[in-house]
């Protein structure tokens, strides 16, 4: 069941989960969401991973056929598994950890009524802050996928021809990415987040606003109102692309922005600012920094620079300038002035102060960083001006 | 809020579920899930679209800004719902159905604390069979969606080239899809349920068992255990192209098998026996029929002709040969033998008799079917037989 070569970094985790259970008195945790699932045991199946605070975890598996491990049983449904756990002497747990935000409602009343726990807390909050803060193994996930996101990048002003669509455009580079071994799909956390490889956003089309909590939106196609939407790539036009880098199942982020002939002065002053505050940034953060203080310090020097009514868009301003990245797009920690989080060795976020004009498109810039012992590593590496196309 | 040329099908709709409502009791339903959004308002947004039993449906808008109708309110949280209830003299449902299969149980108990309705039922039940009866509207967005698949597909051909993988073919149709207007995403009901575009399958892939339950499965890579795997293309193998329909929000589902050089007999006589199967189950369909016969019978034949072996998988059997389609890929009805539903006019469904004959590939056929008053009307016409690149 354990893929070879995993067995340490799972045990890691498990290690983090069982420790963080024990101090917050649970007795197990049962997880069954994808990303979930991938993180624990290296796979997707359909099933359940249940880690009870001491002792090994137990795999009770649906799908697919031909899995085995030692500790592992073949349930059609989660009936089954107290029967199974009556069967291998394993305690039932009086404090369990679910899934709160992930499972349906329906899942998660099905479950009460499988374990009937004493009392119940929410997997989903312990899981996404755990998964906050990256073992060596996803570390090295990142940096092939940062590796793969560069190369991509590289290719776009190839991708280029004059009179195309932000779509043609966008379909030259989803087959690069491809190509370059993106896995195609693209996970975000929450309801409503519906998002395909990417976005990329040419002239006001990046002023429109979109349902989903993305850092800016675009009109989008049909049902998918995010991103390009058809828009012909003219003179004097800025091109935002922020493809994911999903070339592992740990996402970088990465935003480049590239023009069609010149733009005017205030974008490329506003690109600028952008450079300005990363370099702050990467200037004054290190572990024990407020996440808030991220955004903060971003938006003083957006409103300094007499650029706040264009920042992270114009009709509709998206309140964080980055994200903590991982399995999903957008992991702990958000660097939104609420944030409590405070930035911690391990952690990997993008960073990505934009800005929106009206009348030319977006501009700005967006890379993946891991936060280390003294301060940032960046990931991403592409070049970071505009680039002509 | 509305958009022009959709007020007569959301009418239609409104009407419908109101009627059922009324049926079974209740005074209002709540729905915030993007599939019911988009069908119930021709869109997606962030937030809430409120129907009760009689009267107008309310829009509880948290994003995207700019929106506006008569009956709408920009919210920030579910909270306000109530509020906005007061002001504009809204009974509080005694009686609401919620999206029990869909909303996380923190999104569903939050709303269970904001309406305190004395009584639930479950909207996802609700939705989803009244959504498997499709409206002229839909029925036209299918046909789009249907030719456009019908390119794609007559172009496979020309995707082809001698030493290619799985893979690298897949990302030659997928960019032809995108050129034909898919939209990308790819949405289907049910937690792990990842796809991404749909899936290529070539040899022997074709047996491996995947956690998903879609009708074959598939190595697929990384994080992403369906479909294409990087088999290179040889000589003597089927490759299963099953690749998603989705040119409007309405998918249609066609899959079609070509070859590298020639196949062993047995595989070219299998997929006669798929098309034998649809031919039988065209001649019978119609309205009143139960779908689970159309289960029962594609394994009959199946069984008559040796091959219930191979039938929709060898190592991980799928126990249905088809499904309705629409917003998502796996809508209702489900043709399996525990399926208590009629064929009903108007249902669109995907029919899928596949086999995996072991060293060589999956064979078969899929098409989606429109059930009319007489019968089925077959939507994707793309030549049926195996296609030697």
Same mark, same amino acid.
């Given at each position: 069941m354990i893929k070879k070569g995993l067995a340490d970094d799972l045990r890691l985790k498990w290690d983090r989960v069982q420790q963080a259970m024990s101090a917050m008195g649970a007795d197990g945790c049962l997880l069954s969401v994808d990303v979930n699932l991938y993180y624990m045991t290296g796979r997707i199946f359909s099933g359940y991973f249940y880690l009870p605070v001491e002792g090994e975890p137990f795999f009770f598996v649906k799908r697919p056929n031909g899995l085995s491990a030692e500790q592992m049983a073949y349930i059609r449904k989660p009936e089954e598994i107290t029967t199974v756990f009556a069967e291998r002497g394993i305690k039932k747990p009086g404090k369990l950890l679910l899934e709160a935000d992930e499972l349906t409602y329906n899942e998660y009343i099905r479950l009460l009524a499988v374990f009937q726990p004493k009392e119940t807390e929410n997997a989903t909050t312990l899981m996404r802050t755990l998964r906050?803060?990256?073992?060596?193994?996803?570390?090295?996930?990142?940096?092939?996928?940062?590796?793969?996101?560069?190369?991509?990048?590289?290719?776009?002003?190839?991708?280029?021809?004059?009179?195309?669509?932000?779509?043609?455009?966008?379909?030259?580079?989803?087959?690069?990415?491809?190509?370059?071994?993106?896995?195609?799909?693209?996970?975000?956390?929450?309801?409503?987040?519906?998002?395909?490889?990417?976005?990329?956003?040419?002239?006001?089309?990046?002023?429109?606003?979109?349902?989903?909590?993305? +850092?800016?939106?675009?009109?989008? $196609?049909?049902? &998918?109102?995010?991103?390009?939407?058809?828009?012909?790539? #003219?003179? *004097? /036009?800025?091109?935002?692309?922020?493809?994911?880098?999903?070339?592992?199942?740990?996402?970088?982020?990465?935003?480049?922005?590239?023009?069609?002939?010149?733009?005017?002065?205030? +974008?490329?002053?506003?690109?600028? $600012?952008?450079? &300005?505050?990363?370099?702050?940034?990467?200037?004054?953060? #290190?572990? *024990? /920094?407020?996440?808030?203080?991220?955004?903060?310090l971003s938006y003083r020097i957006a409103e300094q620079e007499g650029l706040s009514p264009y920042f992270m868009g114009t009709k509709q301003q998206a309140k964080f300038v980055g994200h903590g990245i991982g399995i999903q797009i957008n992991e702990l920690p958000v660097l939104t002035p609420r944030s409590k989080e405070l930035l911690t060795p391990n952690m990997v976020f993008a960073l990505e102060p934009k800005f929106v004009i009206p009348g030319v498109g977006a501009v700005g810039i967006e890379n993946s960083f891991l936060v280390t012992e003294s301060g940032l590593e960046k990931l991403t590496l592409a070049e970071e001006n505009i680039i002509q196309l």
């Open positions: 906050s803060i990256k073992t060596p193994w996803e570390i090295e996930q990142f940096r092939i996928s940062a590796r793969q996101h560069n190369k991509t990048y590289a290719e776009i002003p190839s991708c280029y021809r004059p009179g195309m669509t932000d779509l043609e455009f966008q379909y030259e580079i989803e087959k690069r990415m491809r190509q370059n071994g993106s896995i195609g799909l693209f996970r975000a956390f929450g309801s409503n987040m519906d998002i395909y490889m990417g976005s990329i956003l040419a002239g006001d089309n990046a002023q429109t606003p979109s349902p989903f909590d993305f +850092a800016l939106g675009g009109g989008g $196609v049909i049902s &998918l109102p995010l991103g390009a939407n058809g828009t012909e790539l #003219k003179n *004097g /036009m800025a091109i935002m692309v922020d493809m994911a880098g999903n070339y592992t199942a740990y996402i970088t982020d990465m935003t480049r922005v590239f023009s069609v002939g010149k733009l005017p002065e205030q +974008a490329y002053k506003a690109h600028t $600012v952008s450079i &300005l505050i990363q370099q702050e940034i990467e200037a004054m953060a #290190k572990p *024990g /920094m407020p996440c808030a203080e991220l955004y903060n």
